[in-house]
């Protein structure tokens, strides 16, 4: 386990991914330590009373999925290191991903929660609002706008400065956003600050004062669901309800998955047939 969370920091991984990895492979040591089984000697018969065993831990069906995955990884990792015979790699199957997807606002629900930020007389309104809008029209994770720095705006477009860096269009509403919130923050290099009562107190703001300002919307509006990837989740439906192609909406997002869009696509039938 040791060698492979190493060969994973060796591949890139992020610190919060090989976490997660150590904390599935703990769990799956657990197991093996409590059954008196040898790793190496695993068969396709263990690894069902594996499952057996994470579903008595109360674990659900989508856990259990991850946690088999990855130690079907770790499988995969002592195979090509010639510890394990090749056959054992293709032993068993996770159980299917049950996708449930959070709570999704319609337009007029978005245009209330938008509307509600006071950001005429509130300088910290002009950059909720633009937060707000910028997510819900990009689709951006929470450390991808937390980390945005004014260089990358070029023009009309944001230029992503991620692991999958990828090129975004800016709508004129966005733009004018942009411009009315850099009169207040030209100083700072990244566009959204921390702030307090006392006004700006850091250079960049963090997941989880964003994740501060969704609960006060949340809370303002009676939308207790309110959270930032649930206008990530709006955005993608925005962009099937227009019509964009499913590969221009993956390479917007970052993802190379087709099976990525399913559960939206579900939605957007499920709407539109409504």
Request: net charge positive.
């Amino acid at each position: 386990m040791r060698h492979y969370l190493g060969f994973l920091k060796g591949r890139s991984k992020s610190t919060s991914t090989i976490s997660s990895y150590k904390t599935d492979l703990e769990l799956l040591e657990k197991f093996l330590q409590k059954k008196k089984k040898d790793f190496f000697q695993l068969r396709a018969k263990d690894f069902s009373q594996y499952e057996i065993w994470l579903e008595q831990q109360g674990l659900k069906t989508n856990t259990k999925r991850r946690k088999l995955i990855t130690a079907k990884a770790l499988v995969r990792y002592a195979v090509s290191r010639k510890k394990m015979s090749g056959e054992r790699i293709t032993f068993f199957r996770p159980p299917n991903r049950h996708e449930r997807l959070p709570w999704i606002p319609g337009k007029e629900v978005y245009d209330k929660v938008f509307n509600s930020i006071e950001a005429e007389k509130v300088p910290i309104g002009k950059r909720n609002r633009l937060l707000v809008a910028m997510i819900s029209e990009l689709a951006l994770q929470a450390a991808e706008l937390c980390s945005l720095r004014w260089e990358h705006i070029q023009g009309k477009t944001l230029d992503l400065k991620t692991k999958k860096g990828r090129s975004l269009t800016l709508s004129s509403h966005l733009q004018d956003l942009l411009k009315d919130w850099k009169k207040q923050n030209h100083k700072g290099d990244y566009i959204f600050p921390g702030f307090n009562r006392h006004g700006i107190r850091t250079a960049k703001m963090t997941p989880r004062g964003l994740e501060k300002i969704f609960s006060l919307l949340a809370k303002q509006n009676n939308f207790p669901e309110l959270k930032p990837k649930t206008l990530r989740h709006y955005a993608i439906l925005q962009w099937l309800e227009a019509k964009t192609p499913e590969t221009e909406i993956r390479r917007r997002l970052g993802v190379t998955s087709t099976y990525s869009l399913k559960p939206y696509l579900k939605v957007y039938e499920n709407r539109s047939s409504s």
